[in-house]
């Protein structure tokens, strides 16, 4: 009987994308979901089991942190998915939606982390995941600090970890090392053989608070500076700063507050990119939006996210 | 006083052997490290400090580089 042949998939399944067509007749990637790129070794060795029984010889790391699963028969989409426990292990999103959010490995085990991008990155997954924009992708990446490995500012809303320094005379020992660290030249040692910090050139890494001997370098903020409007691909742009010292409890409601422009803005525009938008309407317009919820953090002025000349596409 | 020389050896190897040559420092004893200027004397300090030692001071010689006053301290 042909019914018997006839396929039969849950099409909910798909729903969240994830599913990429290859190039092989019936073959698929499955792009499961990986926010912040931090999975548990037993999570691991389950996806290893689901490759290896129903992939290709190999799985491959996404730029963007995620497994995929290569050469997936499109029959066997089920039985994968009820494989991989579908509660431990949803398939990522494409198409015009929030994305996985990129993270770098954080504060917990990193010297260099000033704040939990793992937190914010799974904060941020769990809730807007997969959110429909209603124009084009929208990527988010969360650096723990100004070494910005994740490359925050090619995203449309990147997040990098930041604090704001301040000095107790008393115990600095003027042994020089917070000046030595600091790259920016932030602070330099003063007649007396006391740091001075002028706060224009810092770059809010925290070098001196992670070096000083005594504490006498300490925290008086700390938060994420926002870049928004980045992007890469055939026209990339990179993101300008919208916030800084945003507390790390604000990060979702924040995207929340420039999903709800955007939506607005590119409305009739097309499939457009939010930095793209951002060029259209000018950056005052989203900068008067955030202020209004959050006004300790948005910044005076900005400008548009910034072109760059790849010198193809003229 | 005893003089930890790393100068001419690299991050991270140059922490690796100030924590191999900690070892034998008894709790509470003042020693000397040279370090290179440049990458050396901004990472080996602070990895240092995260072992737990206390820090005591930090002085350019003439001669491009480094010396940390450090305590050794160990829970």
Known sequence: MSDAKQTKLDLNNLKAGGFIKERGKDLFTVRLRVPGGRMSVPRLKKIAEVAEKFGGEFVHLSVRQSIELININYKNFDAVVEALGEKQQKVASCGARVRVPVACGGCEYNPNGLVDTQKSALEVDEKLFGTPTGHHKFKVAFAGCPFDCPKSATNDIGFQGAIYPELDKDACISCGLCAKNCVPTAIVMGEDNKPLFSDDPCIWCGDCVKVCPTGAWSARKKGYTVRIGGKWGRNPLVGTLFATFLPEERVADFIAAVLEWYKHKAEGLGRIRLGDTIIKEGPQSLLDHLRTQFPDSTVAETIAPQVIATQIGK | MQVIDLRGVSCPTNF??????????????????????????????????????????????????YILELEKREE
């Open chain 2, 16 to 65: 690796v052997k100030a924590k191999l040559a900690l070892e034998d420092v008894d709790n509470g004893t003042t020693v000397r490290i040279l370090l290179d200027d440049g990458e050396p004397v901004k990472n080996v300090p602070r990895s240092l400090k995260a072992d737990g030692h206390k820090l005591l001071a930090l002085k350019q010689t003439d001669e491009e580089h």
